[in-house]
Nanobody, 117 residues
Framework: QVQLVESGGGLVQPGGSLRLSCAPD????????MGWYRRAPGKQRELVAF???????NYADSVKGRFTISRDNAKDTVYLQMNSLEPEDTAVYYC???????????WGQGTQVTVSS
């Protein structure tokens, strides 16, 4: 069972930035789809962004222009650069790595992001 290790969460003031990272604990197959999801208190989990193996990306409307997802294929690592953070971005953020032949994929344990003054 592959474990995804996340890092980079924390407490930040509104308007601040954070960078999340997620990497598997062992080598994984190529051509993965890497994504970030979040679950805010009292809400369902929602997609934040994902990036395909060719580098194409997709973002939730609420984060467009503020968040950037990227990947390092040599390290099997996915990043989420979050700028201009808002209190509404407060949530537990989860990374997911999946494939077309394994649509559920693997999930990280979650990292807390809190935006508050």
């Amino acid at each position: 069972q592959v474990q995804l290790v996340e890092s980079g969460g924390g407490l930040v003031q509104p308007g601040g930035s954070l960078r999340l990272s997620c990497a598997p604990d062992r080598s994984i197959p190529t051509n993965s789809i890497m994504g970030w999801y979040r679950r805010a208190p009292g809400k369902q989990r929602e997609l934040v962004a994902f990036i395909n193996s060719d580098g194409s990306t997709n973002y939730a409307d609420s984060v467009k222009g503020r968040f950037t997802i990227s990947r390092d294929n040599a390290k099997d690592t996915v990043y989420l650069q979050m700028n201009s953070l808002e209190p509404e971005d407060t949530a537990v953020y989860y990374c997911n790595i999946r494939w077309t032949w394994f649509p559920r994929g693997y999930w990280g344990q979650g990292t807390q992001v809190t935006v508050s003054s």
